[in-house]
């Protein structure tokens, strides 16, 4: 099987990327000039905003993993940019090239609304407000009316293998007015490639999965655990069920966690 992988130098292709090959994936990926990616991976120049470089990448692959993403910037045309027309020219290059192929897309579980009345499930409404999750969201709406035969992962907050991510919760927490007790769902990046691997198979074609591990964490326990603690408060939560996925439905697809809690993975030696 070979798989194209778009954003392979990023925060979770290069993480990715290394687990595919050991399982036996021939991967390319998508790279622009300058940039180095894990050993096994067969290059690719382009840009996913460079429509005339996608034919190259996509011809003849059995399956297409699209992590290219901008998140935190406050250039919103370049978030949907990347992100929205990004993907409109990578589907249109699918369809010309490698029309049967999986196509399977990242995407993030803060598309969800933010009063929910429970975790949030797949076939809940989205109506997401800021630049990064309304441009995924607009990113699953072209996929889903593309003709190809996609599937759509839904990402709690991502951690592990060193990332550093963990460690941008105290200042993220500032800066969106993350009450302490307010719970994320996570995913490791060691369950993100279980996942990926189960996508292809076919197991997840057509639907969209909430892509997390057994237990939420609160912002205050992330906090601590890091060694950076956030103010305690005892005040009420506005939107106490907001950052947290249901996931039932990967589970009944036969996803089962690797890394099944942030603690396993702290006491493993896996943040």
Same mark, same amino acid.
């Given at each position: 099987?070979?798989?194209?992988?778009?954003?392979?130098?990023?925060?979770?292709?290069?993480?990715?990327?290394?687990?595919?090959?050991?399982?036996?994936?021939?991967?390319? =990926?998508?790279?622009?000039?300058?940039?180095?990616?894990?050993?096994?991976?067969?290059?690719?120049?382009?840009?996913?905003?460079? @429509?005339?470089?996608? $034919?190259?990448?996509?011809?003849?692959?059995?399956?297409?993993?699209?992590? =290219?993403?901008?998140?935190?910037?406050?250039?919103?045309?370049?978030?949907?940019?990347?992100?929205?027309?990004?993907?409109?020219?990578?589907?249109?290059?699918?369809? $010309? !090239?490698?029309?049967?192929?999986?196509?399977? +897309?990242?995407? *993030?579980?803060?598309? !969800?609304?933010?009063?929910?009345?429970?975790?949030?499930?797949?076939?809940? &409404?989205?109506?997401?407000?800021?630049? !990064?999750?309304?441009?995924?969201?607009? =990113?699953?709406?072209?996929?889903?009316?593309?003709?190809?035969?996609?599937?759509?992962?839904?990402?709690?907050?991502?951690?592990?293998?060193?990332?550093?991510?963990?460690?941008?919760?105290? *200042?993220?927490?500032?800066?969106?007015?993350?009450?302490?007790?307010?719970?994320?769902?996570?995913? %490791? %990046?060691?369950?993100?490639?279980?996942?990926?691997?189960?996508?292809?198979?076919?197991?997840? /074609?057509?639907?969209?999965?909430?892509?997390?591990?057994?237990?939420?964490?609160?912002?205050?326990?992330?906090?601590?655990?890091?060694? &950076? @603690?956030?103010?305690?408060?005892?005040?009420?939560?506005? %939107?106490?069920?907001?950052?947290?996925? /249901?996931?039932?439905? &990967?589970?009944?697809?036969?996803?089962?966690?690797?890394?099944? *809690? *942030?603690?396993?993975?702290?006491?493993?030696? +896996?943040?």
């Amino acid at each position: 099987m070979m798989v194209l992988v778009t954003g392979g130098t990023g925060l979770v292709g290069s993480r990715l990327l290394p687990r595919l090959v050991e399982a036996g994936v021939e991967c390319r =990926a998508l790279v622009r000039p300058g940039k180095k990616l894990p050993a096994g991976v067969i290059p690719i120049k382009g840009d996913i905003l460079d @429509p005339a470089s996608l $034919a190259e990448a996509v011809e003849g692959v059995d399956a297409i993993i699209h992590l =290219a993403a901008v998140l935190r910037t406050p250039e919103a045309e370049q978030i949907w940019a990347v992100n929205c027309e990004g993907t409109r020219n990578l589907i249109k290059a699918a369809r $010309a !090239y490698a029309p049967h192929a999986r196509f399977i +897309m990242a995407s *993030t579980g803060l598309v !969800y609304n933010l009063d929910s009345p429970r975790p949030a499930r797949e076939d809940d &409404a989205v109506d997401p407000q800021r630049d !990064y999750p309304a441009s995924k969201a607009a =990113a699953e709406s072209l996929l889903r009316d593309s003709g190809l035969n996609w599937s759509i992962l839904r990402f709690g907050f991502v951690y592990g293998d060193k990332d550093q991510h963990l460690e941008s919760i105290p *200042t993220l927490a500032k800066m969106f007015k993350w009450h302490p007790a307010n719970k994320l769902s996570m995913i %490791h %990046h060691r369950d993100i490639a279980e996942l990926v691997k189960l996508g292809l198979t076919g197991v997840l /074609d057509g639907r969209v999965v909430n892509a997390v591990d057994e237990a939420p964490m609160s912002i205050y326990e992330i906090a601590e655990l890091i060694g &950076a @603690p956030v103010t305690p408060s005892s005040e009420p939560l506005e %939107h106490p069920w907001w950052g947290q996925l /249901d996931g039932s439905l &990967a589970r009944e697809l036969g996803f089962r966690s690797m890394v099944a *809690t *942030t603690w396993q993975a702290a006491r493993e030696g +896996m943040l």
